[in-house]
Nanobody
Framework: QVQLVESGGGLVQPGGSLRLSCAVS????????MAWFRQAPGKFREFVAA????????YYADAVRGRFSISRGNGENTVQLQMNSLNPQDTPVYYC?????????????????WGQGTQVTVSS
């Protein structure tokens, strides 16, 4: 298990932008595939976006494709999620996940690490 540290959530008006960041803390000996999921109250956790170990292959849920962009941060095992054109449906808690054997895309899988979640609120 690894620890993930998330940051960047907050309140934004509809149509605005936010950037979320997530980093694998502690010493890491291998690259991690990383992803973002989100969960609204009373709903199942859902996949948002992921990238592979090199960061060159990226995957998006249909609901966010064209508006969100996932990328590596400054460190090898960091990931950012740039969210543009936000709407109230983008409001849930966002969770980061990391794994070194599979690309996180299943919200029910027990990955090497899950973040604690960061709240995004889109409201006027």
């Amino acid at each position: 298990q690894v620890q993930l540290v998330e940051s960047g959530g907050g309140l934004v008006q509809p149509g605005g932008s936010l950037r979320l960041s997530c980093a694998v803390s502690g010493r890491t000996n291998s690259a991690y595939a990383m992803a973002w999921f989100r969960q609204a109250p009373g709903k199942f956790r859902e996949f948002v976006a992921a990238l592979n170990w090199s960061g060159r292959n990226k995957y998006y849920a249909d609901a966010v494709r064209g508006r969100f962009s996932i990328s590596r941060g400054n460190g090898e095992n960091t990931v950012q999620l740039q969210m543009n054109s936000l709407n109230p449906q983008d409001t849930p808690v966002y969770y980061c996940a990391a794994d070194h054997t599979r690309i996180p895309d299943d919200p029910t899988w027990n990955y090497a690490g899950w973040g604690q979640g960061t709240q995004v609120t889109v409201s006027s």
